[in-house]
């Protein structure tokens, strides 16, 4: 079992910038990791995760625009976004997939291969 905890969120002017953070209680390194967002009247969608085995998988929305990394050593999972748009406005998520487990490339951004969440943080475009 692992705990996940969002922050970094906030109200941003469009074009700026935010890091989000995801700080776990345990080890990240054998999970596969991801972030999602839901927008209001919308579904929740996958947007950027990473593999166990390192490769990784964004939606095109985001393509160019966010990234993400793991620091292993804080047990942390950052999604760095740049030239922010309204329509990124949403409550972020992130969320993680039991230790030791794999997926595939085509299981990324499905959120069925996640089995942890946090409570997700609110991003605001304007």
């Known amino acids: 079992h692992v705990q996940l905890v969002e922050s970094g969120g906030g109200s941003v002017q469009a074009g700026g910038s935010l890091r989000l953070s995801c700080a776990a209680s345990?080890?990240?390194?054998?999970?596969?990791m991801g972030w999602f967002r839901q927008a209001p009247g919308k579904e929740r969608e996958g947007i950027y995760a990473?593999?166990?085995?390192?490769?990784?998988r964004y939606a095109d929305s985001v393509k160019g625009r966010f990234t993400i990394s793991k620091d292993y050593a804080k047990n942390t999972l950052y999604l760095e976004m740049n030239s922010l748009k309204p329509e990124d406005t949403a409550m972020y998520y992130c969320?993680?997939?039991?230790?030791?487990?794999?997926?595939?490339?085509?299981?990324?951004?499905?959120?069925?291969?996640?089995?942890?969440w946090g409570q997700g943080t609110q991003v605001t475009v304007s």
């Open positions: 990473i593999a166990n085995a390192g490769f990784t």
């Open positions: 969320a993680a997939g039991s230790y030791g487990g794999t997926c595939s490339y085509g299981q990324l951004l499905n959120e069925n291969a996640y089995n942890y």
């Open positions: 345990g080890d990240i390194s054998r999970r596969c």
